[in-house]
């Protein structure tokens, strides 16, 4: 799988096609109200940049006309293709409208490199480039079946699926590692913390948010020094940087607080909201993180105890035009707490978990770009 030899590959003898003769997009039309089928793919189930389907949903799930797929097809989001969602269809089943159903033409490319062919930069780039629309930009499938592509002769294309399945074997194994790591990690959680009472955290922590000193005064932010944190950073899951600072000034001024390292934060609005993060510097915030500081419990337990808790932190938010959290609706939620032992032991177990996760994490991300980089080289 060395990437010299693909790097001196010799295109000259290669064919340039229109895309309708690479491929044909299948039209059949299937009711979710009368069809046998059970198996249902939206273009949520697709994850991007991958061939696989992991995902599914059900026949009771949708209506209106879908499209009939088959064993070997492969589902293209022709809506919002910048996404880059295409992916192998292994059973007899249905899909979102706003895909089409390419089948490859065998005679021409080999079915097995197919997929991998619609995630190159050449056809994904020119899929983004026809489409049309700004709200919700979509492929039309009269244009894309006229655009042309370089394909390697026919004799060489079975050697290059098998490499690049190869490649896909390490990323699919990484992922698949990843995935069993995390869910031992939270079942490692649970087994000690599902046996204890649970406690309000206000009894056990102290509960804040932030605030963002006025961008109208620049001396609260230029040539700033001390960290401050937008809810965006609840994704780094241990914060250890900020990006952006404030000054003196704006903690002088009471414009902005610290918060202590060891604290966990709770993004209480929008997209992110329920999701949490252990701070691990002392840091202001803005006004969408509750800031759940320790007292008397240990902080990592506290911050696995949030961050295992997402979809009931979800659960109560509230609102009547859009839902939210707040620091009261935070300091009443209940957390299980075990003795002082069993949170400081399990804490250092999920760290140890965490270590884990990150290397595979890193591996993981390297062999998807090692896929990406071979997927290019060949076409």
């Known amino acids: 799988m060395s990437l010299p030899s693909l790097q001196s590959l010799d295109k000259s003898t290669w064919q340039r096609l229109p895309f309708g003769e690479i491929a044909q997009s299948i039209g059949e039309r299937v009711d979710p109200t009368t069809t046998d089928l059970q198996i249902y793919v939206g273009l949520k189930h697709i994850d991007p940049e991958s061939i696989h389907i992991k995902r599914f949903g059900k026949r009771e799930d949708v209506s209106g006309q879908k499209l009939r797929c088959y064993p070997g097809d492969v589902i293209f989001g022709r ?224 911050f696995y105890a949030l961050f295992f808790s997402y979809q009931q932190l979800r659960d109560i938010s509230q609102g009547s035009a859009q839902l939210g959290l707040n620091c009261e609706l935070v300091g009443n939620f209940k957390i299980p707490i075990p003795d002082e032992a069993i949170q400081a032991k399990t804490g250092n177990e999920l760290l140890l978990a965490e270590d884990a996760i990150d290397r595979i994490s890193e591996h993981l991300s390297s062999s998807r770009a090692l896929l990406k980089s071979l997927i290019n080289q060949i076409f």
């Open 79 to 302: 809506r919002r293709a910048y996404q880059r969602k295409a992916a192998i269809c292994e059973f007899d089943g249905f899909c979102s409208a706003h895909a089409l159903v390419l089948r490859a033409i065998p005679e021409v490319i080999d079915p097995k490199l197919f997929p991998f062919f619609l995630h190159s930069d050449p056809f994904m780039h020119r899929a983004v480039d026809i489409s049309v629309g700004s709200l919700s930009p979509t492929i039309n499938w009269t244009k894309l079946k006229k655009e042309e592509f370089l394909l390697p002769p026919k004799e060489r294309q079975a050697k290059l699926a098998e490499l690049l399945w190869a490649a896909d074997a390490v990323v699919d194994r990484s992922g698949l590692a990843r995935q069993r790591t995390l869910t031992a990690q939270k079942a490692a959680f649970h087994s000690s913390a599902d046996a204890a009472d649970k406690t309000q955290i206000k009894r056990v922590a102290t509960v804040s948010n932030g605030t963002t000193p006025s961008t109208k005064h620049p001396e609260y932010w230029e040539q700033g020094n001390i960290p401050w944190l937008p809810s965006g950073k609840v994704h780094d899951k241990f914060v250890r940087a900020s990006e952006t600072f404030i000054t003196d000034a704006a903690i002088e001024e009471k414009k902005a607080k610290i918060k202590p390292a060891n604290s966990s934060l709770v993004a209480m609005c929008g997209q992110t909201r329920g999701f949490s993060a252990m701070l691990m510097i002392d840091s202001a915030i803005n006004q969408s993180f509750a800031c759940v500081t320790p007292k008397s419990i240990d902080p990592t337990f506290l």
